[in-house]
């Protein structure tokens, strides 16, 4: 008798360590109200809400103003959270942009002026595939217009390089060489 009540209290209590180690994988990051998201999925499958283009401003405003994403997360829900080499980010999606917050390890607002967060998303990666590596800058502002270049107002401060963002959700990264030549092409899911 006492061996068969002692069978199921063992599989119960291998179960409850098992969905105690399940649950812990998708802990909130540290610092942040928002798991991160499912690296398969882009920011597009990922967003519960699209907002319009103003509320991205909003968002960002409000970012500006209390530096604190808990405070921001409360009023705009962080739906797609993902880690990088600097930290973390979180993308918002609009109707013809998309707002990108970039956080430090102990997630503290990475402060990156309008032009730098608010990305106008362009047509499919595909655009991208014609670029190759030894291609002018002009080549890339042909295929996105509307990107910002830091560096070209001011190298100091910049990396080389320009991010874009595609309706198909595609990051594309492009690194440029001192000859503002393209130097790598690189992709991920936005």
Request: hydrophobic share 35%.
């Amino acid at each position: 008798m006492k061996k068969s009540i002692a069978l199921p209290a063992f599989l119960l209590g291998v179960t409850l360590l098992l969905c105690v180690c399940l649950c812990g994988c998708s802990q909130n990051a540290p610092g942040f109200p928002a798991a991160l998201s499912d690296p398969a999925r882009s920011m597009y499958e990922l967003a519960e809400e699209n907002y319009k283009d103003a509320q991205l401003v909003e968002i960002y405003n409000l970012m500006a103003s209390s530096r604190d994403i808990n405070d921001v997360n409360k009023k705009y829900a962080i739906t797609c959270l993902r880690q990088d080499d600097d930290g973390y980010h979180t993308v918002y999606v609009g109707e013809n942009q998309i707002l990108v917050l970039y956080f430090d390890k102990d997630a503290n607002w990475i402060e990156r002026s309008k032009l730098e967060s608010l990305r106008y998303t362009v047509l499919t990666r595909a655009y991208f595939d014609k670029l190759q590596v030894g291609d002018p800058i002009a080549k890339v502002q042909y295929a996105d217009p509307s990107c910002y270049f830091p560096f070209l107002l001011d190298r100091e401060g910049h990396e080389l390089v320009s991010d874009h963002y595609s309706q198909d959700g595609y990051h594309t990264r492009i690194t440029y060489d001192d000859d503002l030549k393209i130097k790598s092409i690189d992709y991920d899911i936005a």
